[in-house]
């Protein structure tokens, strides 16, 4: 019997331990865009492209001065970017989208431009956008990371507060079920009183943050950086394996 040509692209499940793509999220100055550009410090993950979509690359250079940036100011030149990396060979491993959010404001005005009386059709090609993006870079053959802003809502009966990747329209719910890590970034004083920074991964012991992940690390990286965050899945991957 002739031998199934697929079986050519069957590779173990622990392969998968690498991460296709993350949304790092929190507070300006609180290192997200920093943390993407550590992936330099891993062969596997070198070299780093950041496609500065906001503004916001300043200083990368100083700590990771082998990170690339180009400047995405337009959204005709983000479509252009995006069109390349998928499409061209480039040779870059990994490539941060900074800011995912203020690139769907500047989507969303050109599809109001497109539908000026049709607001219903503006929402639906901002999802139908916002997600393709997403899962485009996730499938594409370098890890991805969107750096975002935070929402916080507030439930007015309860007193609840949620923090969540901000996302226009019904993409807040479609977007996160993509990426393999959804990072929170923060601060956190520890025991000597030292200002550390945190990146959460899990809702345990944050329920209010919304985060996830799907390696089964632990819920807090202090002073994350790329290569922590890939310690962590192979120290999860050595501990199902000693059990």
Same mark, same amino acid.
């Given at each position: 019997m002739?031998?199934?040509?697929? %079986?050519?692209?069957?590779?173990?499940?622990?392969?998968a331990n690498k991460i296709n793509s993350a949304i790092i999220f929190g507070e300006y100055g609180t290192g997200k865009t920093m943390l993407g550009a550590s992936a330099d410090e891993i062969e596997d993950y070198a070299p780093v492209l950041i496609v500065d979509i906001e503004g916001s690359a300043a200083g990368v250079g100083r700590i990771y001065p082998n990170v690339d940036i180009v400047q995405a100011d337009t959204h005709a030149k983000l479509e252009f970017i995006k069109s390349e990396l998928l499409h061209k060979e480039h040779g870059?491993?990994?490539?941060?989208?900074?800011? %995912?959010?203020?690139?769907?404001?500047?989507?969303?005005?050109?599809?109001?431009?497109?539908n000026p009386t049709n607001k219903y059709a503006v929402w639906d090609d901002l999802k139908d956008w916002t997600v393709n993006f997403v899962r485009e870079m996730h499938a594409a053959p370098f890890l991805a990371i969107f750096i975002a802003h935070p929402q916080v809502d507030k439930d007015e009966m309860t007193g609840k507060v949620t923090i969540t990747v901000k996302l226009a329209g019904s993409s807040r719910n479609d977007v996160p079920t993509v990426p393999d890590i959804i990072g929170y970034m923060t601060f956190e004083t520890d025991d000597d009183d030292e200002v550390v920074r945190v990146l959460q991964v899990d809702q345990h012991g944050s329920p209010g943050v919304v985060t996830k992940n799907r390696f089964g690390i632990e819920h807090k990286i202090y002073n994350p950086s790329i290569f922590e965050i890939q310690k962590a899945i192979l120290n999860v991957q050595d501990k199902d394996d000693d059990e």
């Open positions: 002739e031998k199934a040509e697929f %079986l050519s692209d069957v590779v173990k499940a622990t392969a870059y491993k990994t490539v941060i989208f900074d800011t %995912l959010n203020v690139g769907q404001n500047r989507a969303q005005k050109i599809f109001k431009a497109l």
